[in-house]
């Protein structure tokens, strides 16, 4: 079956503009999961959906970052007045059901704020 | 604060030889430790996991070493192939792995030499 696909694949922006970035997870797989990489760092955690729970929102860095799940399916994330810092791969991942199940990652959206 | 390092950005080895990747962690309450491979382009691919109640998992070529005490954990891949050329990245959570937060080390870039 098809994996974890993210879109756009690229996207460039000039600072304070709000981005989108879409995330469809494999289907039936219950928990997502975003990261993002920045350059020559690790993967670092921003939030994470199972089912119908809160999400955990401990690793979004500021107020402009959001996320939502619709449907328990697609989720977004949104970044609103983007800043240079925002620049890095944003990442997203998806298990079967709640962890330690292994996560399967898309290929990432590569975000560079002008 | 890193709390998840791999402070060998890169490794050089031999086809057919061992390659041995390292990661060091700082948290005493990780207790759930993972490997991904990264390839350019891609996202990371789940590799192998070990649980603290373990020192060693062990699987086909790859095998995972867990040492509590000096919080460090490696990947040991014998014999390596050209195609495990690629970025290993550790990770590592607490509360068992059920958290879903993935803590990650900066990744270590492994060249397998024919």
């Known amino acids: 079956g098809a994996g974890v696909s993210q879109s756009p694949s690229n996207k460039v922006t000039e600072k304070g503009k709000d981005v989108e970035l879409r995330c469809d997870p494999i289907?039936?797989?219950?928990?997502l999961y975003w990261y993002r990489q920045s350059l020559g760092q690790g993967l670092e955690f921003l939030i994470y959906f199972q089912g119908n729970s809160a999400p955990d929102k401990s690793g979004l860095p500021s107020d402009r970052f959001s996320a939502e799940r619709t449907g328990g399916s697609v989720s977004t994330l949104t970044i609103q007045r983007t800043q240079q810092e925002d620049s890095a791969v944003y990442l997203c991942?998806?298990?079967?059901?709640?962890?330690?199940?292994?996560?399967?990652f898309g290929p990432g959206t590569r975000l560079t704020v002008l | 604060d890193q709390q998840v390092k791999q402070n060998s950005p890169s490794l050089s080895v031999q086809e057919g030889r061992i390659s041995i990747l390292n990661c060091d962690y700082t948290n005493s309450m990780f207790d759930y430790f993972l490997w991904y491979k990264k390839y350019p382009a891609e996202g990371p691919t789940f590799l192998i996991s070990i649980s603290s109640i373990k020192d060693k998992n062990e699987d086909g070529r790859f095998t995972v070493f867990l040492n509590k005490s000096a919080k460090h954990l490696s990947l040991h891949i014998v014999p390596s192939q050209p195609g495990d050329s690629a970025v290993y990245f550790c990770a590592a959570s607490e509360g068992s792995g059920n958290t879903g937060k993935l803590i990650f080390g900066q990744g270590t870039t492994l060249q397998v030499k024919p």
């Open positions: 991942a998806s298990s079967i059901s709640a962890p330690p199940d292994t996560q399967y």
């Open positions: 289907s039936g797989h219950t928990a």
